[in-house]
């Protein structure tokens, strides 16, 4: 079972290796994290997808809680959230083949981000199962390179995630 | 103007260190060098990890962080096991370690080791200073995370830079404002009225006492609470002493290496009130046993602790003091607990008492001998153990009134009690304090009898020779077809003549009679004394 947490964290050196650190020692199976600033640059978010059983995730979001740069941990409740991935995918056609491509890339809502002659680069923003139709439906063509940035999500509605712990 | 190194020794004035165990080198010189010019003492071990183990034993016998030092590199890597004992037993600890200068951080320069990221997993924090001026705050906030919440050591790594870089002033900040920590002392409303509830419906509660009730200071909270509602007291070997084990309802230690009479009160309890036990593998083999037939209430300051190894049913976040004085207000008239008393009273004084001395032998029987050395000591004396077969001996044979009784319980540290020893010693000079070692623990750490020494710290040991690693002897003989690699001790020294060499008097007991006799000589002799106990190779540990 997956679950996303949203973590907000002191933006400071170091906090990214104990938040790593804290999965492996604890051995809690991580399957993605993705880290930026918010609009205090001083705190920065995590997004956090785990994959484990309910007794898991209380204990991943109480030991976050016990580090001292993580000031909010929240494990957001499905169906409540959005979340999206980003992907950039390099896909191998020869010039006759752009047009399918690009047809694939339209249907999909994928950017193109560069033409050469034997191969399009594409972006994609979207859910984790969205990722993986785009995917299939390259896979074709020849998959040269995939990269993926790990999901972030944010609540729905106007609700924040308040910077104070308990 | 100011040097970081001056403000480091400020800070440590402004929190009241008195004493600091440690060992300089080049990284920390300017550190050493300033608080040379200060009133505070150091003492200085042989060995870091000692250094660690004696802040240990300081800060468990005061209530106050302990603190050490050490240089960069090996100095700090030889702190890491002290650090991680700390943090398994939730001893409050400042680890304060030199650095390579900062533009040569990262290049392997000589003795440079991440100490910051090699003690992640066995510290509360670190830091890694990057500017003198942010010392104070460091200083405060460490002391802060240390000895708060769930206590617990931290690590404070500083380059040589930043301790001879100049500031314009020190000032030392009243409070640390730290947005993501903020302990919680009250537990919840809701959950102590739940709480209280059960108890009172309980038919057969039982308190089991762990290391957190020793952490929250909680000791007169707890036996109040037990008395005034005739509840039962078990212990896990981290809570030993905090209920006088001659009170009529302290029943004994839990565990694997814990009394049989206290076990079986574990599974028989219709409601468990666990305060501050983290319910290890070492203390409740089946959780899951327990949980069946009995509710679960478990206090503890750490939300992390609750439900981690055992299921609960009403768990209380919170200070263990402050919970217990509000648990006790919802208690108006006290549980039936006659008839469950009187069923454990009868069960402890079934249970057979281990271990009788034979004559003749040529050894000293550990468990009568543990039995009639603590009635000769004082009785708000400090025990200390170290670990294996002397550490359950001691545990379940000492009888502790008002005193302590202090062994790295979590992380099972060889090598802990004469450091820890010298500490507590230190810290509690006026109190009697004896280290109890076998012959393989007390060669890990005894290069600290010259700490000892030159320390003019006056422990007694008591050192359990059986020239054998004697439970690690054991577990092979029972687990590996009687094949016992490695772990005879054939090399141990002539004990008395290695005490001669230090200027320690000493005495060796071959019998029971002759250890009471020599224990008598010890405990009224003035300075550190060694009396080496020569123990049955073959002594079960239970």
């Known amino acids: ?166 | 103007m100011i040097t970081g190194a001056e403000i480091m020794v400020k800070c440590l004035e402004s929190e009241q260190v008195e004493l600091v165990f440690g060992y300089p080198g080049a990284a920390i010189c300017p550190f050493y060098d300033s608080l040379s010019q200060s009133s505070i003492r150091h003492v200085l071990v042989r060995q870091e990890q000692n250094a660690a183990h004696a802040a240990s034993g300081y800060a468990r016998a005061c209530g106050k962080p302990g603190v050490c030092v050490a240089t960069s590199g090996p100095g700090a890597t030889n702190l890491i096991t002290g650090i991680a004992t700390a943090y398994m037993d939730s001893i409050p600890l400042i680890a304060i370690t030199g650095q390579v200068n900062q533009w040569l951080l990262g290049r392997d320069v000589f003795q440079e080791a991440d100490i910051t990221g090699a003690c992640e997993s066995f510290t509360k924090h670190s830091y890694l200073v990057k500017t003198a001026a942010d010392l104070p705050r460091v200083f405060k906030e460490a002391f802060h995370i240390a000895s708060t919440g769930r206590p617990g050591p931290v690590l404070i790594d500083i380059p040589t830079d930043v301790q001879t870089a100049q500031v314009e002033a020190f000032a030392y900040p009243r409070k640390a404002e730290i947005a993501g920590y903020r302990p919680r002392i009250q537990g919840h409303a809701v959950q102590v009225r739940r709480a209280a509830e059960a108890v009172r419906r309980a038919r057969c509660p039982l308190i089991v006492c762990g290391g957190g009730v020793v952490s929250a200071a909680a000791r007169e909270e707890l036996i109040s609470f037990a008395k005034e509602n005739q509840i039962p007291v078990v212990s896990t070997m981290m809570g030993l002493g905090v209920m006088p084990m001659d009170s009529p309802l302290y029943f004994g230690m839990i565990g694997m290496h814990g009394h049989e009479n206290a076990n079986r009160a574990m599974h028989a309890a219709d409601c468990i009130l666990l305060c501050g036990a983290r319910v290890g593998d070492r203390a409740v083999g089946d959780p899951k046993k327990i949980t069946q037939t009995s509710t679960i209430i478990h206090i503890d300051v750490d939300p992390a602790e609750i439900g981690k190894n055992m299921t609960v049913n009403i768990p209380i976040v919170g200070d263990i003091r402050a919970v217990l004085e509000s648990l006790a207000k919802q208690m108006p008239d006290a549980p039936d607990t006659g008839a469950w008393v009187q069923r454990l009273t009868h069960e402890k004084a079934e249970s057979a008492v281990c271990g009788t001395p034979e004559p003749h032998t040529g050894f000293v029987e550990p468990r009568s001998f543990f039995r009639s050395l603590s009635a000769k000591m004082e009785e708000n004396a400090i025990l200390i153990s170290d670990v294996g077969q002397n550490q359950i001996w001691a545990a379940s044979s000492f009888n502790v009134k008002r005193g302590r009784f202090l062994t790295s319980g979590g992380l099972g540290t060889m090598g802990y009690s004469l450091p820890a020893a010298v500490g507590a010693k230190l810290g509690k000079p006026n109190r009697q304090v004896v280290c109890i070692c076998g012959d393989g623990a007390f060669q890990m750490s005894m290069c600290e009898l010259a700490t000892l020494c030159e320390s003019g710290a006056e422990v007694k040991i008591v050192l359990m020779q059986n020239s054998r690693l004697g439970m690690v002897w054991e577990l092979q003989n029972k687990q590996f077809e009687g094949r016992c690699p490695a772990t005879e001790l054939t090399g141990d020294p002539d004990y008395i003549a290695l005490a001669g060499a230090y200027g320690i008097p000493s005495a060796l007991a071959d019998s029971n009679e002759s250890a009471e006799r020599l224990a008598g000589q010890m405990l009224k002799s003035k300075g550190p004394f060694l009396l080496v106990c020569r123990v049955d190779p073959c002594a079960p540990t239970l």
Do not use: W
């Open chain 1, 1 to 166: 079972m997956k679950h996303t947490l949203s973590v907000l964290v002191e933006n400071q050196p170091g906090v990214l290796s104990r938040v790593a650190n804290l999965f492996a020692r604890r051995g809690f199976n991580i399957d993605s994290l993705a880290v930026g600033t918010t609009q205090n640059p001083k705190i920065s978010r995590m997004t956090i997808v785990v994959d484990g059983d309910d007794h898991i995730v209380e204990q991943v979001e109480k030991q976050l809680n016990k580090l001292i740069p993580v000031i909010k941990v929240k494990v957001l409740e499905p169906e409540k959230f959005v979340c999206c991935e980003l992907m950039l995918v390099k896909v191998a056609c020869k010039s006759r083949q752009h047009a399918e491509v690009l047809n694939v890339a339209r249907l999909m809502g994928a950017d193109v981000m560069d033409v050469a002659p034997a191969s399009l680069t594409l972006r994609f923003a979207g859910n984790e199962d969205q990722s993986h139709t785009l995917l299939e439906l390259l896979t074709p063509y020849g998959l040269r390179e995939v990269v993926r940035a790990g999901s972030i999500a944010i609540e729905k509605g106007s609700g924040l995630l308040k910077n104070n712990k308990e």
